[in-house]
């Protein structure tokens, strides 16, 4: 069966747009114009993406965003204004996977659609061997970290960063290749890696392994337990 895009835009033209060329590409369809209708329809549907709009009418999309991620890691591309560059960079740290900016071509948002879902059918079809690091497993068979054997609550992208990282413990990562390995058909900034490994360094924190990310002044990351 064809994934499913929940298309989350208050502009109904544009929204029929986005919907029409959705469906050009084979991909099933569901439209929501405000946030709160946006969460009654992925809790519905289960989408297999969201395409989410930053501003919407009530419940802004950060908002939307922020419980989507609360509850599970459905791939989500945001749509930003081009004044709005903090969005975009607020909305990577809360765990979107990419992000298109108006104004913008339909096929270039069908394209991030396909990237964004093609890395996330990579992870599941990724089997090599667990991966551990100190009191960190990373289990790309079943696309599932855990720490001292709890699951971290890890979107697609931290997932893809943790993984890289934990392939070659010790190694310094520059941000041109987590980029690459995490988010290699966006054209997203290499800060954006630092707003996925923030979040990644929180929830490590939380689940007590905060000394496993370390960050290489002037390089960028490595993943090392204590020796």
Not at 41 to 54: E, G, K, T
Not at 80 to 90: C, G, K, L, M, Y
Not at 172 to 178: D, F, I, K, Q, S
Request: hydrophobic share 45%.
């Amino acid at each position: 069966m064809s994934a499913l895009i929940l298309i989350v835009e208050d502009e109904p033209q544009l929204a029929e747009v986005l919907e029409a060329y959705a469906r050009q590409e084979g991909y099933r369809t569901e439209r929501a114009a405000d946030g709160n209708a946006a969460l009654t329809a992925y809790r519905a549907a289960s989408p297999d993406l969201i395409l989410l709009d930053v501003m919407l009418p009530g419940r802004s999309g950060l908002d939307v965003l922020k419980t989507v991620r609360a509850e599970g890691g459905t791939p989500v591309i945001l749509v930003t204004a081009r004044a709005e560059e903090t969005d975009q960079i607020v909305g990577l740290e809360l765990g979107a996977d990419d992000y298109v900016v108006k104004p913008f071509r339909p096929r270039e948002v069908m394209a991030r659609v396909k990237a964004v879902l093609r890395r996330a059918t990579a992870l599941l079809d990724d089997s090599d061997r667990p991966l551990r690091v100190g009191p960190l497993e990373v289990d790309r068979r079943a696309v599932v970290a855990r720490v001292h054997g709890e699951t971290l609550s890890l979107t697609p992208a931290e997932f893809r960063l943790l993984s890289q990282l934990a392939e070659a413990p010790g190694r310094a990562y520059t941000r041109e290749e987590l980029l690459a390995a995490a988010l290699p058909d966006s054209d997203a900034l290499e800060r954006v890696v630092d707003a996925h490994l923030a979040s990644v360094r929180r929830k490590l924190d939380a689940a007590r392994a905060g000394g496993l990310l370390h960050t290489v002044r002037g390089v960028g990351y490595r993943l090392e337990a204590a020796g």
